[in-house]
């Protein structure tokens, strides 16, 4: 078996337990199993990056290489093209997205710094896999060095469609840049077409036949959709184990009889924050029985406070739950309560189980696990219902939950409403289809199946018959 090399732009911290984070411990699981090394940025500035040696940890068999970025390209490489151009444009928001030519110069000259350090501890029957859109030049940078080994990439987010993409000054790179990789994994069917469709509307690299197949000087390149999962037992495990406090709240509302909406998102623009607040007041105006009955709770941690489109979003939310609790909170009711802070995953998957009604609505999503974890925390006994936006890539197969579209602000209320008055049956029923699908697209699922594509095990098709 050969071994793995993982990259990713966090390094992660190889010491994570698997209460801290999902994905991080199925990777990290997969290194220990055939040994690896996990290679990425440490988090620090310091301006001799290029200089500087890589700092190296053992853990057993795993080795975790980590260098720093100065701060010019932490701003150019990461603040700007990263979150300030790729982000939105992949997110299909051509309006915010900050283009300037040194961003991308900067992306790129990370991209070569990525390669060129960890070159030397690759061994020539490694594979390589690159993790999310920090990276898309990455195989390129290693290639030009000499580089022959397998290499995978896995987009975490959307890819958009390809007169989209062409807005993008810097397509013509970016797809060239993809096609350096030997496997390039989406989330979704939509996803894995939009390069697909790119491939065949706009000239590249790559040659496409007939049939489909796409190759690169004779090289044969894959892409297919792996669509990303939680470990469904250990998450439903963390949600039975209830902390005090929330079990406290759990049983106030019990005796009140009221119900609980929740929201658990990074305060990101691209969940549809805003929309979802407006939803809320729409159902409390529309349907008068939800007023003193209902409460909303929204976790929204700060995220890339230093991108000034996460400024806008910050504060307009505090104004919109503002205008809403003002309108409407009593002295002993408060509709929506909104926390700007993380929460241990823990507490999380205990909040979810004492939810009625799991609300998600991104405007657009790579997968969003949230979805996903809220249906496993459930009490199948006795399930809450979610409410999903038909734009998150969970939405391609969890479609037993209440789709909205959630540019729709009547639709969303009315959705809310209906989940909020569901029979008993009807949510026992939709909660086993969402435990179907989650279980059959799982953490495990997409490593299994994204390896055995690398390793040339598989021959495209739809993951499921990988698997
Ligand atoms: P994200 O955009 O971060 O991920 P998501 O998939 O929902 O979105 O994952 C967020 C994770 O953070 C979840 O595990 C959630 O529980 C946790 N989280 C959110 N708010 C939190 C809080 N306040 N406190 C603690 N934890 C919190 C990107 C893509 C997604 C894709 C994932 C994985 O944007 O579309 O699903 O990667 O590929």
Same mark, same amino acid.
Not at 259 to 285: C, H, T
Not at 407 to 414: G, K, L
């Given at each position: 078996?050969?071994?793995?090399?993982?990259?990713?732009?966090?390094? !992660? $911290?190889?010491?994570?337990?698997?209460?801290?984070?999902?994905? /991080?411990?199925?990777?990290?699981? !997969?290194?220990?199993?055939?040994?690896? =090394?996990?290679?990425?940025?440490?988090?620090?500035?310091? $301006?001799?990056?290029?200089?500087?040696?890589?700092?190296?940890?053992?853990?057993?068999?795993?080795?975790?290489?980590?260098?720093?970025?100065?701060?010019?390209?932490?701003?150019?490489?990461?603040v700007g093209y990263a979150n300030s151009v790729?982000w939105p444009?992949?997110?299909?928001?051509?309006?915010?997205v900050k283009y300037?030519?040194?961003y991308?110069?900067?992306?790129?000259?990370?991209?070569?710094?990525?390669?060129?350090?960890?070159?030397?501890?690759?061994?020539?029957?490694?594979?390589?896999?690159?993790?999310?859109?920090?990276?898309?030049?990455?195989?390129? /940078?290693?290639?030009?060095?000499?580089?022959?080994?397998? %290499?995978?990439? &896995?987009?975490?987010?959307?890819?958009?469609?390809?007169?989209?993409?062409?807005?993008?000054?810097?397509?013509? /790179?970016?797809?060239?840049?993809?096609?350096?990789?030997?496997?390039?994994?989406?989330?979704?069917?939509?996803?894995?077409?939009?390069?697909?469709?790119?491939?065949?509307?706009?000239?590249?690299?790559?040659?496409?036949?007939?049939?489909?197949?796409?190759? =690169?000087?004779?090289?044969?390149?894959?892409?297919?959709?792996?669509?990303?999962?939680?470990?469904?037992?250990?998450?439903?495990?963390?949600?039975?184990?209830?902390?005090?406090?929330?079990?406290?709240?759990?049983?106030?509302?019990? +005796?009140?009889?009221?119900?609980?909406?929740?929201?658990?998102?990074?305060? $990101?623009?691209?969940?549809?924050?805003?929309?979802?607040?407006?939803?809320?007041?729409?159902?409390?105006?529309?349907?008068?029985?939800?007023?003193?009955?209902?409460? &909303?709770?929204?976790?929204?941690?700060?995220?890339?406070?230093?991108v000034s489109a996460?400024?806008?979003?910050?504060?307009?939310?505090?104004?919109?739950?503002?205008?809403?609790?003002?309108?409407?909170?009593?002295?002993?009711?408060?509709?929506?309560?909104?926390?700007?802070?993380? +929460?241990?995953?823990?507490?999380?998957?205990?909040?979810?189980?004492?939810?009625?009604?799991?609300?998600?609505?991104?405007?657009?999503?790579?997968?969003?696990? =949230?979805?996903?974890?809220?249906?496993?925390?459930?009490?199948?006994?006795?399930?809450? =219902?979610?409410?999903?936006?038909?734009?998150?890539?969970?939405?391609?197969?969890?479609?037993?939950?209440?789709?909205?579209?959630?540019?729709?602000? $009547?639709? %969303?209320?009315?959705?809310?409403?209906?989940?909020?008055?569901?029979?008993?049956?009807?949510?026992?029923?939709?909660?086993?289809?969402?435990?179907?699908?989650?279980?059959?697209?799982?953490?495990?699922?997409?490593?299994?199946?994204?390896?055995?594509?690398?390793?040339?095990?598989?021959?495209?098709?739809?993951?499921?018959?990988?698997?």
């Amino acid at each position: 078996m050969s071994r793995l090399v993982v990259v990713s732009n966090r390094v !992660a $911290d190889l010491t994570v337990s698997a209460q801290q984070g999902g994905l /991080a411990v199925a990777l990290a699981d !997969a290194l220990r199993q055939r040994g690896g =090394v996990w290679f990425g940025w440490s988090g620090e500035n310091s $301006d001799k990056a290029a200089q500087e040696e890589p700092k190296v940890e053992q853990y057993g068999n795993v080795e975790r290489i980590a260098v720093s970025l100065s701060k010019k390209d932490y701003g150019d490489f990461y603040v700007g093209y990263a979150n300030s151009v790729l982000w939105p444009l992949f997110h299909y928001r051509l309006d915010i997205v900050k283009y300037r030519r040194s961003y991308f110069d900067g992306y790129n000259r990370v991209n070569q710094l990525y390669a060129e350090k960890l070159l030397p501890f690759l061994k020539p029957d490694d594979m390589i896999w690159a993790q999310d859109y920090h990276l898309i030049l990455f195989a390129k /940078a290693l290639r030009e060095r000499g580089c022959k080994q397998r %290499m995978g990439y &896995f987009l975490h987010i959307p890819f958009p469609p390809p007169d989209l993409m062409a807005a993008s000054p810097n397509h013509k /790179a970016l797809v060239n840049g993809l096609l350096a990789y030997d496997v390039i994994g989406f989330q979704t069917s939509t996803d894995a077409h939009n390069l697909r469709r790119y491939l065949i509307e706009y000239p590249s690299d790559a040659e496409v036949d007939g049939n489909g197949r796409i190759t =690169v000087e004779g090289r044969e390149v894959r892409i297919d959709r792996f669509p990303i999962g939680i470990d469904n037992d250990v998450f439903a495990e963390m949600a039975q184990n209830s902390p005090d406090d929330v079990q406290i709240d759990i049983m106030r509302r019990r +005796v009140l009889g009221r119900k609980q909406i929740i929201g658990v998102d990074r305060l $990101d623009y691209s969940k549809g924050l805003p929309a979802r607040v407006q939803a809320f007041g729409r159902l409390l105006e529309k349907f008068p029985q939800t007023e003193k009955a209902v409460t &909303f709770l929204q976790i929204a941690p700060p995220t890339r406070e230093d991108v000034s489109a996460y400024a806008v979003i910050r504060k307009e939310m505090e104004s919109l739950t503002g205008a809403i609790n003002g309108k409407y909170s009593d002295f002993n009711w408060t509709p929506i309560r909104y926390i700007h802070r993380s +929460v241990p995953r823990d507490k999380l998957a205990a909040l979810f189980r004492g939810s009625q009604v799991g609300f998600v609505t991104p405007l657009r999503d790579g997968m969003n696990l =949230v979805a996903k974890e809220y249906v496993a925390a459930q009490d199948p006994e006795d399930p809450g =219902v979610l409410v999903l936006s038909q734009f998150a890539g969970a939405a391609e197969e969890m479609n037993a939950a209440l789709i909205v579209n959630p540019y729709d602000i $009547d639709e %969303m209320a009315n959705k809310l409403n209906k989940a909020l008055t569901m029979p008993l049956e009807e949510r026992k029923e939709r909660h086993r289809h969402l435990m179907v699908s989650i279980r059959n697209f799982d953490a495990r699922s997409w490593l299994d199946g994204f390896l055995a594509a690398l390793e040339g095990r598989t021959n495209g098709g739809d993951v499921t018959e990988d698997a």
